[in-house]
């Protein structure tokens, strides 16, 4: 089979024809595949063989509405945020302890920010912290990770660029760990932050010229 070929017979559904997919992506050890379901509040996780086919999905009903981003901890821990709809003051996130085989048990139901219309999760690469980027206010709140892996709130407003206005979407933290990235494609621009040792976030600046078609963050 060449290099990157699609396996014959591989495609597998959704839990529901409505499923409104927002995120797809392996366990850190690949034996599992999870997909975030905005249009069923739901989360599909599969199981991957050796062959790397799929079986499933098992689905599980999210803590809270509108599943959007999500990360996953080196041990096991997937940590979703939770757009509410967009509604105003809503956003919140969640915890689930994931098994080997991609089956999914909730840790922390739905925590609250007091932000509105959250997108993205990035996790600090000590696994101690989760920023999520709430698009409907331009912040991004950061939440700690306690070692029985619930969530708490740590700070409402971790960072901002122009605080009470849309834009923050995308967001990424470099491979070192350094620093946390995240697209305003409505400024078309990359705000950066770097990352304290508890969780802080300090501006580093605004680099101005991103595509106003902008999609997607990725760091090294």
Known sequence: MASGAALAGSARPLSGADADPAQISFTPCGGALIATERGTNSISSY????????????????????????????????IVSEAFGGAMGAAA?????VSGTGG??????????????????????????AYVTNFGDGTVSCYEIT??????????????????????????????GRYLYAIHADAQKL??????????????????????????????
């Open 147 to 176: 070692a029985d892996r619930s969530l708490r709130l740590h700070e409402p407003v971790a960072g901002s660029n122009r605080q009470g206005e849309k834009g923050l979407r995308d967001e990424a933290i470099s491979g070192d």
């Open 191 to 220: 705000c950066g932050w770097a990352v304290g040792q508890d969780g802080q976030l300090t501006p580093v600046g605004e680099f101005e010229g991103v595509p106003g078609t902008v999609a997607g963050l990725a760091a090294s």
């Open 47 to 78: 199981t991957i063989d050796e062959h790397g086919y799929a079986q499933g999905p098992t689905t599980i009903k999210s803590s809270g509405q509108t599943p959007y981003g999500f990360g996953l901890t080196k041990d096991g821990s997937l």
């Open 93 to 97: 996130a969640s915890s689930y302890a």
């Open 104 to 129: 999914l048990t909730m840790v922390s139901g739905s925590v609250g920010n007091t932000r509105s219309e959250v997108c993205w999760v990035a996790l600090t690469n000590d696994d101690r912290f």
